[in-house]
């Protein structure tokens, strides 16, 4: 019993000296606590995906009441907007070209005419192909567009089947209703990051000689500062949270209570491999240099969080499973915006805590309190 009172007491001591060391370093303080929330803020502007303007041209050849009607139908929401009126194909290329328009739509002769008479009239548009990602939202834009006014307006015959489409959990289909989710896992990197730095602080300044003399063990060392930027990050994570419902109005259907849980869980297992790394790193730019590379980095393209996890090789798979990233992904997702329940969640929870579980003994195994 007097064990454990002496452990916990040391433990208490190590959380104690960590807060006062982050209380009196700014630069810790923010990395804990703010940046996630900074980062996400950047990250998320970064990767959005979603076209809200685009620029069109015009080339109206047939200059009837029906094709302007058209034209007004494109551009009611203020989306798209038009840019000028062309005379010809190769205005539109000098277009494109100058980078002034996105797009243009060509009316040909006899549009007006032909929906007159009950016809089906076409149309031409002309799409900017140099970035593909805007290009395909715009094509979308415009098709979804002309089919509303040709059902609404010129009373086409349905054709023989009618495809009903209905989108869950993001109706809009906003890429950054799925994305601002997912990019936590990589800004809650920052504060498991710190815990190395640390580490590593500690080993470049002299203070871990001094903790050579006393009686602290491996255990409490590192039990005391898994305790203090576990809490931190948590706190950092929430903040994250609050822009990503009332900055970017992502929808937050879950739990909140859950959330925290399996946020400290994936906490707790990034923070496991960090302090495995600064076991065997004494510089402070190495410790960066390696979470950036062996973590950071790889969420980017591995982990489902652009585009799906590839289950196609066996390698991919297992790379993007073997990163706490793409649990935590489908976590974030699954809470914010489907509202799922632990039992939904509990694969990836336990593999995260299976994660942290594992870092923590291998750290605490290689762990001397001995200068080398």
Same mark, same amino acid.
């Given at each position: ?13 190590? $959380? ?22 900074? #980062? ?66 060509? $009316? ?68 950054? &209703? ?16 710190? $815990? ?32 203090? &930027? ?29 959330? =925290? ?28 240099? $390696?979470?950036?590379?062996? #973590? ?8 489902? #969080? ?14 993007? &499973? ?6 935590? =992904? ?43």
């Amino acid at each position: 019993m007097s064990n454990l009172r002496n452990t916990l007491r040391r433990t208490r001591a190590i $959380i104690i000296k960590e807060l006062t060391h982050i209380r009196l370093d700014p630069g810790f303080l923010f990395l804990t606590i703010l940046a996630p929330a900074v #980062l996400l803020t950047l990250l998320s502007y970064v990767f959005s995906f979603d076209v809200n303007q685009a620029s069109l041209a015009v080339f109206d050849q047939d200059l009837s009441p029906q094709s302007h009607e058209y034209i007004r139908a494109l551009t009611a929401d203020g989306d798209i907007t038009i840019v000028t009126r062309v005379d010809s194909y190769a205005d539109i290329t000098d277009l494109f070209k100058a980078g002034h328009a996105d797009a243009a739509m060509v $009316i040909p002769p006899g549009f007006g005419s032909r929906l007159s008479a009950g016809d089906q009239a076409s149309v031409n548009l002309v799409v900017d192909g140099s970035d593909a990602g805007v290009a395909f939202q715009i094509i979308n834009a415009i098709e979804q567009r002309t089919i509303a006014h040709s059902t609404g307006v010129t009373g086409f015959a349905r054709p023989p089947f009618d495809v009903r489409i209905r989108i869950w959990f993001n109706e809009n289909l906003r890429s950054q &209703y799925s994305m601002v989710p997912g990019l936590m896992a990589l800004v809650l990197i920052l504060p498991a990051m710190a $815990i190395a730095l640390s580490v590593a602080r500690e080993k470049e300044t002299g203070t871990f000689e001094s903790l050579v003399t006393t009686p602290i063990v491996g255990r409490e060392y590192l039990l005391g500062k898994l305790i203090v &930027y576990l809490a931190l990050g948590l706190v950092g994570g929430l903040l994250a949270l609050v822009v990503a419902v009332y900055w970017f109005r992502v929808p937050f259907r879950g739990d909140l209570a859950l959330f =925290i849980l399996l946020t400290a869980d994936y906490l707790f297992a990034i923070m496991g491999f960090c302090l495995f790394i600064a076991n065997f790193i004494r510089s402070q730019r190495a410790v960066s240099a $390696i979470i950036l590379l062996a #973590l950071f980095i790889p969420s980017f393209f591995l982990t489902g #969080l652009i585009l799906p996890v590839d289950k196609s090789s066996i390698i991919s798979a297992a790379l993007a &499973y073997a990163m706490p990233s793409t649990h935590y =992904i489908v976590i974030t997702r699954g809470i914010a915006l489907k509202g799922v329940g632990l039992a939904d969640l509990q694969t990836e929870a336990l593999a995260l805590f299976g994660m942290g579980l594992f870092a923590v003994f291998a750290s605490l195994k290689v762990f001397s309190k001995k200068l080398n």
